[in-house]
């Protein structure tokens, strides 16, 4: 069973906080991801990597930074936390090639 | 660009009707189309992908790539549907999923 797992389930930080948001997985994946899910915008894609050390901007990078020094593990990076970064975080990975992304549980960020 | 539109938030339905999910894209290409499924409390998973034709808790999505949909049907709702359902495009050559904004099914019974 693939598990990917995310540090946190709740998380409850302060306005110019930084903020890492951890995310490893199990099976040997080579590509991560990170999402945040909001209602009626659904999921959107912040950052992602396909291999240690590489990263892309998704759509909505702007306040978020990513790290990935080691193939298992991938984090996200808030500089400086505002309220509107308030949101569901998903972490997921997937085989290079593979059509399936396999979900961690979710880390519920709150900015005050 | 890549771009999946599900036009419906909710879909409320009774235990025993038929369910469609609908889901449109955009993509020049030729995509990959997948669902995913969130069950409270539970983690955002695969149900089914356009490629394996396959049907999944009776549940089957077709590619219509002439009306470049995807929607997501079932003959007969279950009290157990009720989740939030997404559909995802994936365009050749990329790693990297794109989601709609999801439609919550609720089944009553």
């Known amino acids: 069973d693939v598990k990917v797992t995310q540090s946190s389930r709740y998380l409850v930080k302060r306005t110019g906080e930084k903020v890492f948001l951890e995310c490893v997985q199990d099976?040997?994946?080579?590509?991560m991801f990170w999402y945040r899910q909001d209602p009626g915008l659904g999921l959107r894609l912040i950052y992602f990597?396909?291999?240690?050390?590489?990263?892309e901007k998704g759509d909505i990078p702007e306040g978020y930074s990513v790290s990935r020094e080691k193939k298992e593990r991938f984090s996200l990076i808030l500089e400086s936390a505002s309220t509107n970064q308030t949101s569901m975080y998903l972490c997921?990975?997937?085989?290079?090639?593979?059509?399936?992304?396999?979900f961690g549980q979710g880390t519920r960020l709150t900015v005050v | 660009a890549q771009r999946v539109t599900q036009p419906e938030k909710l879909l409320s339905v009774f235990k025993g009707a038929p369910v469609e999910l609908k889901c449109n894209y955009s993509y020049s290409g030729s995509p990959e189309l997948f669902w995913y499924v969130q069950y409270s409390r539970q983690r955002l998973q695969l149900l089914l992908r356009?490629?394996s034709r396959e049907s999944i808790k009776g549940f089957t999505a077709d590619l219509n790539k002439g009306e470049t949909s995807f929607h997501l049907k079932k003959p007969f709702a279950q009290e157990e549907d009720s989740a939030m359902y997404y559909c995802?495009?994936?365009?050749?050559?990329?790693?990297?999923?794109?989601f709609g904004t999801g439609t919550r099914l609720l089944v009553s019974p």
């Open positions: 997921a990975s997937s085989l290079s090639g593979e059509v399936e992304a396999f």
């Open positions: 990597s396909y291999d240690v050390k590489m990263k």
């Open positions: 099976m040997d994946h080579e590509n």
């Open positions: 995802a495009l994936r365009g050749t050559g990329f790693q990297k999923l794109v």
């Open positions: 356009h490629i």
